[in-house]
C-alpha cells in the first residue's frame, strides 16, 4: 500500500504507494506506514547506503493495516480469518523476493510501476504508446491501492470516537467521520505545506509508536486469562459455511482484501539496490519483516477472536480493539489505549496522504498525468496533488463504510502486483540467470501474477456484489478506468509542448537563417575583396621581380 506507502509513492513510493516509487515510480507511495517507510528508506539513501536493519522498521507500522478487516474477515471465514492472515503473509514473502530481485535487476527504478516501466518501455521519452499506458496503469492502480488509506482510517477513527465518547453517540458515524477527516487532513496539508524532515530516524519513531499500542493490547489479554482458546475452536468457519463455488469465490476475495495489508512491506525488497549489502540484506529484511508480519497479524486477529469470539468481534465490526481494552484495561485504561491508537491511526493517513500526493507529482512528471499535479509550492510540496488526494478521500468517506473502499482499493493493488510479477517473468526469463533468487523464481512469480489477475479480481467483485451490489463491484473498476482520460489528456498536454517546441525552435531557425544570408553575402564580399588585394599583392611581386632581373639593373661589382 509503501504506498502507501500502499510509494505511491511514486510511484513514487510511493514508491509508493510509496507513493507508491515510480510514481519514481510509486515507491514513494507505499503503504499507509509503507509509504512513510518508503520515504523513510528513501531519505535515508539519500545521504548514503541503508542497512537491512532500516528495511525491517518498514514492517512496523504495516500491521496497523489489519484493522479495517478484523471484523468483516471473521463474518465471513469465521476464526480462520487467523489462518488467512498467516497465508497471505506467506504470500507476501513470495513475491517480495521477486520484487527485491527485479529491484537488484534495475537498480535506477523505483517500485513496482517503476520496474513495470523498465521492462514496458516505449520507443523514447516521447512516445506515448501501449507499453507506456502499461507502465502509468500500474502506477496508477498502486496509487489507488493505498491513497484510500485515508479515507478508512478517518472512518474507522469515527466510529472508534463514536463508541468511545457518549457525547458522540447521537451523532451519525458518517458526518462524525467526515468531521474527522476535515480536521486531520487540513491539519496534516498545513502542518507538511513547508515540508517535512527528520529522515530515517524519525521514521522509526513513526513506525514505534503506532506499533505500539495494537501490540500493547494484542499481547496483554493472553496473561490477564481473557484470551479463551474455546472461542477460536468453536467458530473456525461461520454456519452454514460450505465449499462451494460461491463460498470458494468468497475466500479468494478475503484472499485479496487479505494481501491489501500483509504483503504492503514490499519497500523492504524495492529498496535492495540502496543497501550496503544488496544480496544480503535484501535476504535478511525479507526475513525479518516476514517474521513481524506474521506475528503481529495472526497475534491481533487470534488475541481478537479468542478473547470477544466471532460474535462479540461481529457487535463491532470496525472497531473490536475497543470492547478488547475494556476487557483488558477496564474503562479508563481502555480510553486511553483507544486514544493511543487513534493517534497511531493519524500517523498512518500521515504517511499516506504524503505517498499519494508524491505518487501524483512523479506520475505527472513522467507526463503520465495531467502537468497540474507536479506543480509545487515554493517549498517544494505538491500542494495540487495534496489538496486533490484530501478531496477525494472526502469523497470515498461518503461511502460509509471502511470495507467497500478498502475492497475497491485491492482492485488497484491486485493490478499493480499482477502486472509487475508479469514484468518479473519477462525480465527474469530474459536474464536467465540468478541475481538473489534462484532461476526458476519465475515460476513462483507467474502463478502468483495469475492468482491476482484474474482469480483475485474475480473474487472482489464476487464479494463487494455480495455485500454492496453491483455498482460497489465495479467501483474500483472504475476508479482505475479513470486513469485512461487522464493518460490521453496528459499525452495531448505532450503533443502540444512538442509542437510549440517545434515552432519556437523553426522561428529560432528562421532567425539564424536571416543572419546567415547576410554573413554569407558578407562573406562573399570579403572573399572577392581578398582575391583582389592577392592579385594586387602578386602584380606587385612580378614588377619587383622584373626590376630585380633586369640587365639594366647593375650591381657595383658588375
Given amino acids: 500500500m509503501q504506498s502507501a506507502n500502499k510509494e505511491t509513492a511514486g ?30 528508506a528513501g531519505a535515508a539513501s539519500s545521504a548514503g547506503k541503508i542497512s537491512w536493519r532500516q528495511g525491517f522498521v518498514i514492517a512496523l507500522g504495516v500491521p496497523m493495516l489489519i484493522l479495517p478487516n478484523i471484523g468483516y474477515f471473521d463474518g465471513y471465514v469465521g476464526a480462520f480469518a487467523i489462518i488467512i492472515w498467516l497465508m497471505s503473509v506467506i504470500q507476501g514473502f513470495l ?5 527485491g530481485e527485479f529491484a537488484l535487476m534495475y537498480p535506477k527504478a523505483r517500485g513496482l ?15 506515448y504508446d501501449t507499453n507506456r499506458f502499461i507502465g502509468g496503469f500500474s502506477a496508477w492502480g498502486y496509487w489507488f491501492a493505498w491513497n484510500p488509506v485515508l479515507a478508512i482510517f478517518a472512518l474507522l477513527i469515527g466510529n472508534y470516537l463514536h463508541n468511545l465518547v457518549p457525547a458522540f453517540a447521537g451523532i451519525p458515524e458518517v458526518i462524525l467521520s467526515l468531521v474527522c477527516g ?5 491539519a496534516l496539508i498545513a502542518v507538511n505545506w513547508k515540508g517535512v524532515s527528520g529522515g530515517a530516524t524519525a521514521g522509526t519513531v513513526l513506525a514505534v509508536v503506532a506499533l505500539i499500542p495494537l501490540v500493547v493490547l494484542a499481547i496483554v489479554p493472553f496473561f490477564t486469562g481473557a484470551f479463551q482458546m474455546s472461542n477460536v475452536t468453536a467458530s473456525l468457519f461461520p454456519s452454514g459455511w460450505t465449499w462451494d463455488f460461491t463460498h470458494i469465490l468468497f475466500l479468494v476475495g478475503i484472499m485479496a482484501m487479505a494481501q491489501w495489508s500483509a504483503c504492503a512491506w514490499e519497500t523492504a525488497a524495492i529498496y535492495a539496490p540502496d543497501y550496503k549489502n ?23 486477529q487470534l488475541a ?7 460474535e462479540g468481534i461481529l457487535t463491532n465490526p470496525y472497531s473490536p480493539m475497543l470492547p478488547l481494552a475494556t476487557m483488558t484495561f477496564g474503562p479508563i485504561g481502555a480510553a486511553i489505549a483507544i486514544v493511543m491508537l487513534i493517534a497511531s491511526m493519524i500517523l498512518v493517513i500521515q504517511t499516506g496522504l504524503l505517498g499519494s500526493a508524491r505518487a501524483m507529482e512523479s506520475m505527472a512528471q513522467q507526463g503520465n498525468l495531467p502537468s497540474t499535479f507536479a506543480r509545487t509550492n515554493k517549498h517544494g510540496q505538491p500542494h495540487i496533488a495534496l489538496i486533490s488526494v ?9 461511502l460509509g463504510t471502511p470495507t467497500i473502499i478498502l475492497a475497491a482499493s485491492a482492485t488497484g493493488y491486485v493490478f499493480a502486483n499482477g502486472i509487475t510479477l508479469f514484468a518479473y517473468v519477462k525480465a527474469k526469463r530474459a536474464l536467465g540467470k540468478k541475481v538473489s533468487a534462484p532461476k526458476w523464481w519465475w515460476k513462483v512469480a507467474i502463478v502468483f501474477a495469475f492468482i491476482n489477475i484474474p482469480f483475485y479480481l474475480v473474487g472482489l467483485f464476487t464479494i463487494e456484489h455480495n455485500d454492496y451490489g453491483v455498482a460497489a463491484a465495479i467501483f474500483g473498476i472504475i476508479v482505475l478506468l479513470v486513469f485512461a482520460p487522464l493518460w490521453f489528456y496528459a499525452a495531448m498536454e505532450s503533443h502540444l509542448a512538442r509542437t510549440e517546441r517545434r515552432l519556437r525552435e523553426l522561428e529560432s531557425f528562421h532567425s539564424l537563417a536571416a543572419v546567415s544570408a547576410d554573413t554569407t553575402a558578407m562573406a562573399e564580399r570579403l572573399g572577392q575583396l581578398e582575391i583582389l588585394v592577392s592579385s594586387l599583392n602578386v602584380s606587385s611581386l612580378n614588377i619587383s621581380s622584373l626590376k630585380t632581373d633586369s640587365p639594366a639593373v ?5
Fill in 113 to 127: 510501476p517503476g520496474f513495470v516501466q523498465s521492462v514496458f518501455r516505449g520507443k523514447d521519452s516521447e512516445t
Fill in 182 to 186: 476535515a480536521l486531520i487532513f487540513t
Fill in 554 to 558: 647593375k650591381t657595383k661589382d658588375g
Fill in 95 to 99: 513475491q517480495n523476493t521477486a520484487y
Fill in 304 to 310: 481478537c477472536t479468542g478473547t470477544l469470539g466471532v
Fill in 11 to 40: 510511484t513514487g513510493t510511493v514508491g509508493t504507494a510509496g507513493a507508491v516509487g515510480t510514481a519514481g515510480a510509486v515507491g514513494t507511495a507505499g503503504a499507509a506506514s509503507t509509504a512513510g517507510a518508503a520515504s523513510t
Fill in 390 to 398: 484530501a478531496i477525494l478521500n472526502m469523497l470515498l468517506i461518503l
Fill in 278 to 300: 544488496p544480496r544480503k540484506d535484501v535476504r535478511k529484511a525479507l526475513f525479518s519483516c516476514g517474521f513481524v508480519c506474521i506475528i503481529t497479524f495472526v497475534l491481533v
